[in-house]
């Protein structure tokens, strides 16, 4: 398996294979409290059909320019997204959100600050994670930042989390509060039916369970870094000419087993 998830390491975990994943609004960013606030807002909002995942970051972010980290401090949040909604996200929501972003960034210097924090409270990654999420999370409606604690796969975060720590070719890292073998791989339906296909989970639901199964089957092969092979597995049955049927075969593929 090991060979198997490497192979595909190598030919999918490429820059170029990332739209339309929300992460290509990172790229942009060279300034970390910058990549912070881009990133929350991009993993906030990914859940959904992705060209409208797009459209809505794309949304959000215009009006806060090429330096969204020091218009949050500035304060002129007010009326920003008239009308907004992302399926059950709504204008009230974002503005909450980059409010209590706001807030962190003066009295911590940056979220990576308020995570530190949290994980000194909390004791433990996802124990940070929900402390994290409270800190964050406007009340009321849908939640922006989902948490351990609800019992959901709490994808949005791990992904956001995701790309502020590893640090490669594809995620742009920036993040030392954690390290790569901290992670939990950020688990949807479309994760989960791969992981199922693989026989790394025998969960039958996409919950948090699950995503720490798939962490261990894949902590495995890569126990410094077990979220190694998230991107490039997803890559199946996002991007054309990847099925998820075709995994089960390019598995029993010798020729990938020896590479």
């Avoid at 929350?40 to 330096?67: D, F, H, T, W």
């Avoid at 218009?71 to 949040?77: E, K, Q, V």
């Avoid at 351990?148 to 709490?154: I, L, Q, R, Y």
């Amino acid at each position: 398996m090991r060979a198997f998830l490497e192979g595909l390491y190598y030919v999918y975990n490429r820059r170029e294979l990332v739209h339309p994943d929300p992460l290509v609004f990172l790229y942009g960013c060279g300034d970390l409290q910058d990549r912070e606030v881009v990133g929350l807002v991009a993993s906030c909002l990914a859940y959904g059909r992705v060209a409208q995942i797009l459209k809505s970051v794309e949304r959000i972010l215009a009006p806060l320019g090429p330096r969204p980290a020091l218009f949050l401090l500035s304060g002129a949040l007010k009326g920003l997204f008239p009308g907004f909604k992302h399926r059950f996200t709504t204008e009230e929501q974002v503005e909450g959100l980059l409010t209590r972003a706001a807030e962190a960034l003066k009295t911590h210097g940056s979220l990576e600050s308020l995570m530190e924090k949290c994980l000194k409270k909390g004791g433990s990654f996802l124990e940070a994670l929900n402390l994290f999420s409270r800190a964050l999370s406007p009340p009321g409606g849908f939640p922006m930042v989902p948490a351990p604690e609800d019992g959901s796969a709490c994808k949005r975060l791990l992904l956001y989390v995701k790309w502020m720590v590893r640090r490669d070719e594809v995620d742009p890292g920036g993040w030392s509060v954690f390290s790569p073998r901290d992670l939990v791989v950020p688990t949807d339906t479309h994760i989960h039916a791969i992981a199922l296909r693989l026989d790394l989970t025998r969960r039958k639901q996409a919950d948090l369970k699950a995503a720490l199964e798939i962490t261990q089957s894949f902590a495995r092969a890569a126990p410094e870094d077990p979220a190694r092979y998230d991107f490039a597995l997803t890559r199946f049955g996002i991007r054309g000419g990847l099925e998820i049927s075709d995994l089960a075969e390019l598995l029993t593929n010798k020729d990938i087993q020896k590479e």
